[in-house]
């Protein structure tokens, strides 16, 4: 599956975004969902997730209850909406792929198949 991540930008804090992760070439539900990012000289790490029928979601501490994962598999879209922004949010963002048979989601990055371009998210104080 080929997976375009888009909706980054330059914003303030206290702003919101919706990262928008549109997918191709294989059937959408057939992968649980996530999102991961990655800030100058730190790992990759998972934001959020979201299983393939969207039933079970998982987020990183640091954004529950700030950030939303959500995906329209009729639209072959998953998103981030992304609201009270931090400078600690800035990052690349990537959307990610994973292959599964059942309803489980992972937070670990080298289970995902599929990793979309980025999308830099800059956020400033």
């Known amino acids: 599956v080929q997976l375009q991540a888009s909706g980054g930008g330059l914003v303030q804090a206290g702003d919101s975004l919706r990262l928008s992760c549109t997918a191709s070439g294989r059937t959408f539900s057939d992968y649980a969902l996530g999102w991961f990012r990655q800030a100058p000289g730190k790992e990759r790490d998972l934001v959020a997730a979201i299983s393939r029928a969207g039933t079970v979601r998982r987020y990183k501490d640091s954004v529950r209850g700030r950030f939303t994962i959500s995906r329209d598999n009729a639209k072959n879209t998953a998103y981030l909406q992304m609201n009270s922004l931090k400078p600690d949010d800035t990052a690349v963002y990537y959307c990610?792929?994973?292959?599964?048979?059942?309803?489980?989601?992972?937070?670990?990055?080298?289970?995902?198949?599929?990793w979309g371009q980025g999308t830099q998210v800059t956020v400033s104080s």
């Open positions: 990610a792929a994973d292959y599964t048979v059942t309803g489980a989601i992972t937070t670990t990055p080298s289970a995902y198949d599929f």
